[in-house]
C-alpha cells in the first residue's frame, strides 16, 4: 500500500510554469507504475502522463505532450510534474495515482492522492 501526497498547485498566467510534486510513504513505492490525471468541473479525469516503475519510460497524453514532463525520483519517494506552456484549459485538480499495471486508465490505479489544484489565467 502506498500514501500520497500532492503539493505544487496554486495560480499562474497563460503561458506561465509549474512544478507538481507527489510525495509517497512506504518502501514500496518503487514497485508502482506512477500516473498523473486530472479533472476539471463538470468534466471526467483525464490522463495526464504515466511513468514506469524506474522511470525510464513516460508517455503522455497529446495535449500535454511536448509542455509538460514526468519523472520520479525513487530514492525521495517522489514524482513530479513539470508544466510549461500552460494554457487556460489546463485549469483542473490535479491527482498523482499509483498502479501496479500502469497505462492511461484511470480505473487501473488502485492509490490516490487528495489532488491539488491549478488554475491558470488568460
Known amino acids: 500500500q502506498v500514501q500520497l501526497v500532492e503539493s505544487g498547485g496554486g495560480l499562474v498566467q497563460a503561458g506561465g510554469s509549474l512544478r507538481l510534486s507527489c510525495a509517497g510513504s512506504g518502501r514500496t513505492f518503487s514497485y508502482y507504475f506512477m500516473g498523473w490525471f486530472r479533472q476539471a468541473p463538470g468534466k471526467e479525469r483525464e490522463f495526464v502522463a504515466v511513468?514506469?516503475?524506474?522511470?525510464?519510460?513516460?508517455s503522455y497524453a497529446d495535449s500535454v505532450k511536448g509542455r509538460f514532463t514526468m519523472s520520479r525520483d525513487n530514492a525521495k519517494n517522489t514524482v513530479y510534474l513539470q508544466m510549461n506552456s500552460l494554457k487556460s484549459e489546463d485549469t483542473a485538480i490535479y491527482y498523482c495515482?499509483?498502479?501496479?499495471?500502469?497505462?492511461?486508465?484511470?480505473?487501473?490505479?488502485?492509490?490516490w492522492g487528495q489532488g491539488t489544484q491549478v488554475t491558470v489565467s488568460s
Open positions: 511513468t514506469s516503475k524506474s522511470g525510464d519510460s513516460t
Open positions: 495515482a499509483a498502479s501496479q499495471w500502469g497505462g492511461w486508465d484511470h480505473h487501473r490505479y488502485a492509490y
